[in-house]
């Protein structure tokens, strides 16, 4: 018999990691059974249990650290999403069933106080948890799709304004020194280019009147002539 009733224990809580000890002295079947139905509807289990042959069962089973808080009449409380789902609800039941004595718990292999239990109801679970992982992706998803949605002229500005700042200083490059043959002809070009332009060529007329005036070897012309038909 009592091999059947250790059997029945290790097969309960065979796959159960995280588990809450209470003491269920003073609460008779029937609030037991509104507690069981309870729990139930939220995912979570309870089972009132021998402690002897419960001890054998969990140490079996790797989970002897809860062992030490099986004294007194015991129930077993575990399921739902872990021990912080465990915590919030048999402290909110606590509240209205006021002879439920929450001892403490086993997770992660450390046994836990009812301090423990306590300061682990005051955190997210699990559902919390993820809503707010959510609420912030979509705080972020919102923010990409403001930025896809703006005008152009802005959306270009900000991706502009990035990559300055990815980008790292650079210095601007000298022109290059022009080296070896080509050095003369270019000096010689932007001398030519800084000239002056010059008058433009005198008109023909001028030039061969000068030049016939000013030619070595020819003489005036006489007035001979003249003078002899006047006479």
């Given at each position: 018999m009592?091999e059947?009733?250790?059997a029945?224990?290790e097969?309960?809580?065979r796959?159960?990691s995280?588990?809450a000890?209470v003491?269920t002295?003073?609460?008779?079947?029937?609030?037991?059974?509104?507690?069981?139905?309870?729990?139930?509807?939220?995912?979570?289990?309870?089972?009132v249990?021998k402690?002897?042959?419960?001890?054998?069962?969990?140490?079996s089973?790797?989970l002897?650290?809860?062992?030490?808080?099986?004294?007194?009449?015991s129930?077993?409380?575990w399921?739902?999403s872990?021990?912080?789902e465990?915590?919030?609800?048999?402290?909110?039941e606590?509240?209205?069933?006021?002879e439920?004595?929450i001892?403490?718990?086993?997770s992660?292999?450390?046994v836990l106080?009812?301090?423990?239990?306590?300061?682990?109801?005051r955190?997210p679970g699990?559902?919390?948890?993820i809503?707010?992982v959510?609420?912030k992706?979509?705080?972020?998803a919102g923010r990409?799709?403001?930025?896809?949605?703006a005008?152009?002229?802005?959306?270009?500005?900000?991706?502009r304004?990035?990559?300055e700042?990815?980008?790292?200083?650079?210095?601007p490059?000298?022109?290059a020194?022009?080296?070896?043959?080509a050095?003369p002809?270019?000096?010689?070009?932007l001398?030519?280019?800084?000239k002056?332009?010059?008058?433009?060529?005198?008109?023909?007329g001028?030039?061969?009147?000068?030049?016939?005036?000013d030619?070595?070897g020819r003489n005036?012309p006489?007035?001979t002539g003249t003078?002899?038909?006047?006479?």
């Amino acid at each position: 018999m009592k091999e059947m009733v250790v059997a029945e224990y290790e097969k309960r809580f065979r796959d159960v990691s995280e588990i809450a000890v209470v003491g269920t002295s003073g609460i008779d079947v029937g609030r037991m059974t509104v507690l069981r139905d309870t729990l139930r509807a939220k995912g979570i289990q309870a089972m009132v249990v021998k402690n002897r042959l419960c001890r054998r069962a969990l140490g079996s089973l790797g989970l002897e650290g809860a062992t030490a808080l099986l004294r007194g009449p015991s129930a077993l409380v575990w399921g739902g999403s872990g021990i912080v789902e465990i915590a919030k609800t048999v402290l909110q039941e606590a509240q209205t069933l006021t002879e439920l004595d929450i001892r403490g718990g086993y997770s992660a292999g450390q046994v836990l106080s009812r301090a423990d239990l306590d300061a682990l109801a005051r955190l997210p679970g699990r559902e919390e948890l993820i809503a707010q992982v959510i609420g912030k992706v979509l705080g972020q998803a919102g923010r990409v799709a403001a930025l896809a949605m703006a005008p152009a002229g802005r959306l270009l500005g900000q991706v502009r304004e990035v990559q300055e700042r990815a980008a790292p200083a650079s210095e601007p490059e000298a022109p290059a020194a022009v080296s070896g043959p080509a050095a003369p002809a270019a000096a010689d070009a932007l001398e030519e280019e800084r000239k002056p332009e010059t008058e433009g060529p005198e008109p023909a007329g001028t030039e061969s009147q000068g030049s016939a005036a000013d030619a070595p070897g020819r003489n005036p012309p006489s007035d001979t002539g003249t003078e002899s038909s006047k006479q």
